[in-house]
Each structure stands twice: as structure tokens, then as C-alpha cells.
């Protein structure tokens, strides 16, 4: 299926690669279909690219690549709403805001992204933990995490 979208122009996505999340994502509950592709080879960064809005994409980490402690435990409403059989069927995502300076870019740990990679079924869920909070500045934690 070929989508028009204002950041990366027409592209093509692949049907059984669109992740539903049946109630969106904060404050865009409207939106529930996306697409995650690799921005470029050896970059942990990727774009969650929305289906219904060209417009609308995120760019999202994986929390292990810059706090490899990272740790989430999921509700049982949670692992329920994803149908997740297993932790292995399961990937995690933070969303990133890049400001202009970019090495002050942040990944948001409150509210990671959930996906169940088998189903693709997706849903941002708010973590509890007192660790995870709305901006760690990934670079630093990288510096202090990954020497």
C-alpha cells in the first residue's frame, strides 16, 4: 500500500507491518494505525509513522540502547489489551523529542510504547516506576550507561 506522508513523501508500507492500537496514542486517540521502519542502518532511531495522518510521525528508541538496566513491568490489563503470551512476543519503545539542540534530545520512559511484534498490537502504557520519567536526556544516559 503506498501512503503520503509530508516528512518522507510517498512510501511504501507492507499491510502486515501496520500495528493497531485500538485507543491510540496519548493525545492522539484518533489515531490507531502506524508503521515503525529504521531511519538508517546502526541508528537506534526509527519513525512510527501513523497510517490515517501523513503528518503525524514519532521518532522512537528502544530503552535498552541508552539505559541497558532498563526494566518494565507491565498490568495485567496491559499484557491483556496486547494478548501478550510472552515477554519474547513483546518489543518497547520510548518516544523521542528532539529539540534544536539536539544533543539535549529526550526519550520519554513514562509512557513507553508497547507492541505485541506477533500480533502487531500496540499500546503506550504509563510505567510506574519511579526511575522512568518523562524526559531522559539519552545521550548523557548513554555516556553514564555505556562508557
Excluded: C
Amino acid at each position: 500500500m503506498k501512503l503520503n506522508t509530508s516528512r518522507f513523501g510517498e512510501i511504501e508500507v507492507d499491510e502486515k507491518e501496520i500495528i493497531t492500537f485500538s485507543e491510540g496514542l496519548f493525545g492522539f486517540e484518533d489515531i490507531k494505525r502506524y508503521v515503525i521502519f529504521q531511519m538508517e542502518e546502526d541508528n537506534p532511531l526509527m519513525w512510527m509513522q501513523a497510517i490515517e495522518e501523513g503528518s503525524l510521525a514519532f521518532i522512537l528508541i528502544r530503552p535498552f540502547e541508552f539505559n541497558p538496566n532498563y526494566s518494565l513491568q507491565l498490568s495485567d490489563g496491559d499484557v491483556e489489551d496486547l494478548s501478550l503470551t510472552s515477554p519474547d512476543d513483546s518489543d518497547i519503545f520510548a518516544i523521542v523529542v528532539v529539540p534544536e539542540d539536539a544533543s539535549k534530545m529526550t526519550a520519554n520512559l513514562q509512557g513507553p510504547v508497547v507492541i505485541n511484534r506477533v500480533l502487531k498490537k500496540g499500546k503506550q502504557v504509563i510505567s510506574t516506576s519511579p526511575k522512568h520519567k518523562l524526559k531522559h536526556y539519552i545521550l548523557e544516559e548513554m555516556k553514564t550507561n555505556l562508557g
